[in-house]
């Protein structure tokens, strides 16, 4: 795996709203190594898109990172002004969002949106040289270098992403975050994308950090998945361990709630509803779903210990250490 | 409708958001309303009276305890003459309110309910009416009625039937595609009661809406044709039409002749944009201004 | 290209129409409407019964209403108005001439100002959503509109002209200045002269009236701007800019261009109603344009003059919003025809 290059510790990430506080992420602690591709799979309102943000140091207002810190290749992301996180955006991290279909200015060339990254960061002295650049880049991602020259709206959908994707590595940042990048395409659309997003990953030596809602889609790829509940990380282990022998039964609900994976296996989704994260309940945040549910679990929160080679937040998946 | 919901409707504006602006609005109107209506037991002078000694009266003497707002040209005290002025003002606004919602509503109800050549039309028509500058028609209208009150009124009218034309068209198109429109013709009812019973009680808020902001633009816009001496003759009182003499005090410094006829257009024209403003809010409507 | 250019063709053509529905409209307000414009211009005297008929004559107010129609209609595409009621033989067609230059020069003027004030404040009121200062902005879009302008500029004067003495307190240029006139918008003409002096000045003379009008029509825009903006600050693509390490200047600017495209559509109807305030701004600046031309004919009731001066202003109303439609096309790149 080996040196990590992003360390999340105690991270709190809260959404100041009239009727209270939301606690989208609550105090995650989680380490991704270098060139790893590590996923995280969750519901949505589970906090994992608010992690991806946090990260990027782009939480909206009235969101705020109010404790812990993201150590960044050794260096903590929060306690950075805003001019030096703007150098680290685009040139250290990519990220590419969910919908393509608007995370492309619709007024400007694509071009034009991409040579904005070279201009931006120093790297291209000239319009016309960072054009060329953005062709260059363009390609990298699978369509063709002309198309500098086209507006958003004559691409589509898998395109745009794929546009979006060569203006994220650019600058063949260290880290790209994809949140649910594939979320709005359709199935061999999505394949392709992922395909790419893999491809970079290797020819860069990327590390990628994926945020989806498809335990499916990570399965396929990733080197660890890490499943979050209610603005917590439930369960963190290498893909194999966690698909094949869930310890967490919100990941087994997860897992058993898949289509793709079991093939034609009956489906099961997990009953209720994720927590209002203003009051979340007391205790193991998942006792009220959970079908396991102790009476220790209700009043106790279960802490994230190492079970083997992973990680886990349950007291039933304790027993069995 | 029962007395009950008549109330309801009528608390509906003071409650939710917009009830600030709303109620500011309907302060500052109902201000000047009284002042019309008790304009001979509030002002002190006449408004073409001689309010001071002779002597005093060639040029305009400033603000005093006797004097609140100063005297202007001849004598005249600019309080009462912005009291007096008032009444022209409310009687031109309130008549071409009621001449242009009295026409442009059922016109838009009409065009809007039956579509076809004859909606088409009427829509062109009021279109370009509503691309002219309004100050400019209602000026050429009042230029060949020649200049009174009630002329005024109608001029502003011409300019304000196709805002509420069109209004009221665009409503009353999105009403009649909904189902229950649908499901009166359905049950036979004739089309004066769909028109009157259905669509209208839907058009209302948006209706009171736009009249607010209206009423703000004939305001300024019968301020303008006074100004151009198009509403009454000096020394007839009409804050317009007081600014447009006192602007040749401004060379000496005199301050008060202007300021204060001008203070009253900008106030009354505020009460009926808060008014609107503050319905707009309330109903969650956006118009174009 | 060549859609756009299609574009463009389709729409000047339109522009036929819309005069011919607009010059009707004035014709039947000037013509139809019961009244008699000799009777009129004469005033209360009295006068010979045969006196206003050898007027209506020699107008050709005699004549069938269909005939007065195509008549006037095919005088007024020869850039004929007749001839003057008060000054006897002066033809209508050189006034205007000489009048639309000013009027051009202030309405561009005012609506500059105007936009820029309303791109500041509606930023202002958006960045800063919610604050205060938003709350300020908001209130500024309402009161500016209320404003009667003669009052603004009155003030203005005041402040300006009579107390501070640092700008004129009405016309074009000061006695003392010659400008060779070519165009007739003097800050143009003083412009290709390379005629400094003359620049100043004619730039001192418009700063008031341009920005009395500015003040009081750009409201709207604050409005506008203000919602539009905060709608674009909050989409995807804003936050796909920040997260490529986009400087905030940069970002807003992009945010503005987005947001301002549905603003533009605003801008049709926002000049004819400053064409509108031009007629009263220039009455109170003695701007010697279009709409101070219509004041003094009114109180001269000078028939043709007036009839004239509407249709004038029908067929700049018709022009802009030619030119506003094919601006629109040009800006937003999905619009293609």
């Not at chain 2, 707002?69 to 009687?91: E, N």
Request: aromatic content about 8%; hydrophobic content about 45%; glycine content about 10%.
């Amino acid at each position: 795996m080996g040196e990590p290059i992003l360390q999340l510790r105690d991270l709190r990430v809260y959404y100041y709203t009239l009727l209270g506080a939301v606690r989208a992420v609550d105090g995650v602690t989680m380490d991704v190594g270098r060139g790893e591709w590590v996923s995280i799979v969750g519901e949505s309102g589970s906090g994992k898109s608010t992690l991806a943000l946090a990260i990027m140091r782009l939480v909206p207002p009235p969101g705020r990172i109010v404790g812990g810190s993201i150590l960044f290749d050794g260096t903590d992301l929060t306690r950075l002004s805003e001019a030096e996180m703007r150098r680290i955006r685009g040139r250290r991290i990519g990220m590419v969002f969910q919908d393509p279909m608007a995370s492309l200015d619709p007024v400007r060339r694509i071009g034009d949106q991409i040579a904005d990254v070279y201009l931006e960061h120093g790297v291209a002295s000239s319009k016309g040289e960072a054009i060329r650049m953005a062709g260059e880049a363009l390609e990298m991602a699978g369509l063709p270098r002309d198309w500098v020259d086209r507006y958003p709206h004559q691409l589509s959908g898998g395109q745009r992403q794929r546009a979006l994707i060569a203006a994220a590595v650019a600058l063949k940042p260290e880290l790209l975050i994809a949140d649910e990048p594939t979320t709005a395409l359709d199935v061999i659309v999505q394949a392709k994308i992922m395909d790419l997003i893999e491809g970079l990953k290797r020819e860069l030596g990327m590390t990628v950090i994926l945020i989806t809602h498809d335990i499916a889609l990570a399965a396929e790829r990733s080197t660890r998945i890490a499943v979050m509940y209610a603005g917590k990380l439930v369960e963190y282990g290498p893909v194999d361990a966690i698909v094949e022998d869930p310890l967490h039964p919100y990941t087994r609900g997860l897992i058993e709630s898949a289509p793709d994976l079991w093939g034609e296996k009956r489906l099961r989704g997990i009953p209720g509803y994720p927590p209002d994260l203003r009051r979340p309940p007391s205790g193991c945040r998942f006792h009220p779903r959970c079908p396991l549910a102790l009476e220790r679990c209700r009043s106790e929160e279960p802490p994230l210990v190492r079970v083997g080679d992973r990680l886990v937040a349950c007291f039933r998946a304790l027993e069995r250490r | 409708m029962s007395a009950g919901r008549v109330v309801e409707a009528l608390k509906a504006p003071f409650r939710g958001p917009g009830r600030g602006l709303f109620t500011a609005g309907l302060a500052i109107v109902l201000v000047f309303v009284v002042m019309a209506v008790f304009a001979p037991w509030i002002a002190p002078y006449g408004p073409t009276e001689r309010s001071v000694p002779l002597q005093l009266a060639a040029e305009p003497q400033p603000p005093s305890w006797r004097h609140p707002m100063g005297t202007a040209q001849l004598g005249y005290d600019v309080f009462s003459r912005v009291v007096w002025g008032s009444r022209v003002v409310l009687y031109v606004v309130t008549l071409s309110a009621i001449l242009s919602m009295a026409i442009g509503v059922p016109l838009g109800l009409v065009s809007g309910y039956y579509g076809g050549p004859l909606d088409r039309g009427l829509s062109m028509v009021m279109d370009s009416i509503y691309a002219f500058p309004g100050i400019v028609l209602a000026i050429a209208v009042a230029s060949v009625l020649g200049p009174s009150p009630t002329n005024a009124a109608i001029s502003l009218s011409v300019v304000y039937v196709p805002t509420f034309f069109r209004m009221v068209r665009g409503q009353t198109l999105e009403v009649r595609e909904s189902l229950y429109i649908e499901a009166a013709r359905a049950l036979g009812y004739p089309d004066r009661v769909t028109l009157l019973s259905h669509i209208l009680p839907n058009v209302a808020p948006t209706t009171l809406v736009v009249f607010g902001l209206a009423a703000t633009d004939a305001i300024l816009t019968e301020a303008g044709l006074a100004f151009f001496g198009l509403t009454v003759s000096y020394p007839q009182p009409d804050w317009g039409l007081d600014l447009r003499m006192a602007l040749k005090d401004i060379p000496n410094g005199v301050w008060w002749t202007t300021f204060f006829p001008g203070l009253a257009i900008t106030l009354l024209a505020l009460g009926f944009a808060l008014i609107g403003e503050g319905l707009g809010e309330r109903y969650a409507i956006r118009t174009e201004r | 290209m060549a859609g756009l250019a299609r574009y463009v063709a389709v729409r000047a053509s339109l522009i036929i129409p819309t005069i011919l529905i607009l010059y009707t409209l004035v014709f039947i307000i000037l013509r139809v409407i019961p009244g008699n414009p000799v009777e009129a211009v004469l005033g209360t005297r009295y006068v010979p019964p045969e006196v206003i008929k050898e007027e209506m004559h020699r107008l050709g107010l005699d004549k069938p209403l269909y005939v007065q129609y195509f008549d006037y209609l095919w005088r007024v595409l020869h850039g004929d108005f007749g001839e003057s009621l008060v000054v006897r033989g002066r033809p209508i067609a050189a006034d205007l001439k000489y009048r639309i230059p000013a009027t051009i020069e202030l309405v561009v003027a005012g609506f500059i100002v105007s936009v820029l004030l309303g791109i500041a404040t509606g930023t202002a009121a958006a960045v800063r959503r919610g604050s205060r200062l938003d709350y300020a902005m908001r209130l500024y879009g309402i009161v500016t509109y209320t404003l009667f302008i003669p009052w603004v500029g009155a003030l203005l004067i005041l402040l300006f002209a009579v107390h501070l003495h640092w700008l004129p307190a009405g016309g074009r240029l000061s006695a003392s200045v010659s400008l060779h006139r070519i165009t007739g918008i003097y800050t143009l003409d003083a412009l290709i002269t390379g005629n400094w002096p003359a620049f100043l000045d004619a730039l001192r003379h418009l700063v008031l009236p341009a920005f009395t009008l500015g003040l009081v029509l750009s409201g709207p825009y604050t409005r506008l701007v203000r919602a539009n903006l905060s709608d674009v600050l909050q989409s995807d693509f804003i936050r796909a800019y920040r997260a490529r390490g986009l400087r905030e200047g940069k970002v807003l600017r992009y945010a503005l261009r987005n947001a301002l495209i549905p603003v533009v559509t605003y801008m049709g109807l926002q000049l004819a109603i400053l064409l509108g305030g031009a007629v009263l701004t220039e009455t109170t600046y003695s701007w010697p344009g279009l709409g101070s031309y219509l004041y003094e004919r009114i109180s001269l009731r000078d028939y043709p003059a007036i009839e004239g001066t509407v249709i004038v202003f029908a067929f700049i109303v018709s022009v802009i919003s030619l030119i506003v439609d094919v601006i629109y096309a040009f800006i937003d790149p999905r619009i293609r025809y």
